[in-house]
C-alpha cells in the first residue's frame, strides 16, 4: 500500500508517519519509483505500536526505539525479548541508593516477592526496572508515613497477577510473530485503563459505603 | 513543632516546605513570634498528601490546589468531598468529540460500566473525568485496532472491582477527620505500585509460559 493508505488505515497523519520513518521507528518502505514506496501489513501493524507507546506510554522516542530493537534481537528466545522489551519502557524514579527508606522498601519489597510467590524477578531483583519501580513507589510511601507493609501490598500483587494472566491470554490470541508486538502495545495501552476503571470503581465502592442515595439503584 | 521538625518528620526540605507555603497548599503556621511559626499534625499530615501529589502523581500545583480545595468544602458530603477531590487529579488527554472511533469507545464504556453493574458512574458518565479517562483510552486502542471489546475489558473492570474495596478499607483504617486525605493520597501513591507489580507479574507469567528455565524455580 502507498504512504496515503497507510495513514487512513492507522489514523496516523502522513507528516507523522514520514516523521517516524527519519527517526528509525518504522523501516523504510519497499521503493517502487523514485517518488514512492510501498508499505505492507508490517509497517501497519508497527505503526500501531509506535503509536501506542508515544501518544498513550508517553515512551521518549530513543526508548521507543530501544522498545523496538528488543523485539527484533533474534540472539534473545520469546521470554527474554518480551522481558527486555518491557524494560525499555520508562518506569519512573531511580530508587535513592544509601537512604533508610529506600533500605526498608527493598526488603519490602522482596519480602512481597517471597509472598507472592514470584522466584523469577526475585532473582533478577535489581536488574528489573519493574522491580526498581515498585522499590521506589513504596520508600515514597515509607517516607511519608503512609501504610506499605506487606500484607498491606499483598491484594494489589494478587491483583496483578490476575490482571498479568489477563494479558498474557490477549497476547496469545495473537499470531506467534505478532505476540511480542502485542503484548508490549497492550501492557501500555491498558495502562490508563486500568487506572480509570480503579478511580471508577473507587467512586462506586464510596458511593456503596458512604452514597447520600444519589444513585436509585446503588443500594442494589 | 517548628518548621526545622516539620521538615525532618516528614522528610521534605524547608525550602520545599515554604514554597509550599507561598503557593497556598499548605496552611500558615500559628505565629509565635516575629519571625517563627508553629505547625502542629494536621500540617504534616497535609504535607505527607501535597508531596504525594506532586512527586508522585506529578499533579500540577494548581490541580493541587483543586484537590485540597474539594477535600475543605464542607458544603460536601464524604462521598461527593472524595469524589471532589480524585476528580481533580490529572487523568490524561480528554475525548475527542466527533470522533468515530470515540463514539464507539463510548458505547463500549457504557456497556462495560452496565456489564459490570456500577450505577454510580453510569448516570455521571461525562461529568466524571475517570469515565472520559477510560473512553480515550479504548478510543486509541479501537483506533489502532487493539482488542478492546466489553469481553476483552470485563477483567480489567473484576480486578478494578477488587482493587477498590482494597483502596476504601485502607482508607477506613484511618480516623474520620483523616480519611478523605488518605483516600486521596493512597489513590495516586499506589498507581505506580500496581503498574510495576503488574509488570514484574507479567515477567513471572511470560516465564512460567515461555521461559527456558532460566529460575530453577519458575516450574514449581
Known amino acids: 500500500m502507498r504512504l496515503a493508505e497507510l495513514s487512513d488505515r492507522s489514523g496516523v497523519s502522513p507528516a507523522t508517519i514520514k516523521y517516524y520513518l527519519r527517526e528509525g521507528l518504522l523501516p523504510a ?8 514506496a510501498a508499505y505492507d501489513e508490517t509497517h501497519l501493524q508497527r505503526l500501531r505500536l509506535v ?18 530493537a528488543a523485539l527484533e534481537d533474534e540472539s534473545l528466545d520469546h521470554n527474554s525479548r518480551l522481558g527486555t522489551a518491557v524494560w525499555a519502557l520508562p518506569h519512573g524514579p531511580e530508587p535513592e541508593d544509601g537512604d ?42 515509607t517516607r511519608l508515613g503512609y501504610p506499605c507493609s506487606v500484607d498491606d501490598l499483598a491484594p494489589y500483587g494478587r491483583a496483578a497477577r490476575q490482571l498479568a494472566v489477563t494479558d498474557l491470554d490477549l497476547m496469545e490470541r495473537y499470531e506467534p510473530a505478532e505476540q511480542l508486538e502485542a503484548a508490549v502495545a497492550l501492557t501500555v495501552l491498558y495502562e490508563p485503563v486500568l487506572l480509570g476503571l480503579r478511580r471508577i470503581a473507587q467512586a462506586e465502592e464510596s458511593n456503596r459505603r458512604f452514597g447520600s442515595g444519589r444513585s436509585g439503584d446503588s443500594e442494589a
Open 100 to 141: 533508610p527508606a529506600t533500605e526498608v522498601a527493598r526488603r519490602t519489597a522482596d519480602a512481597l516477592l517471597e509472598h507472592l510467590g514470584w522466584p523469577y524477578v526475585a532473582e533478577l531483583r535489581d536488574e528489573s526496572p519493574a522491580y526498581r519501580m515498585l522499590v521506589t513507589a513504596i520508600a515514597t510511601m
Open 29 to 36: 518502505g519497499r521503493r517502487v519509483s523514485a517518488t514512492q
Open 51 to 68: 503509536r501506542a507507546l508515544i501518544q498513550v506510554g508517553r515512551v521518549p522516542v530513543a526508548a521507543a526505539r530501544e522498545v523496538l
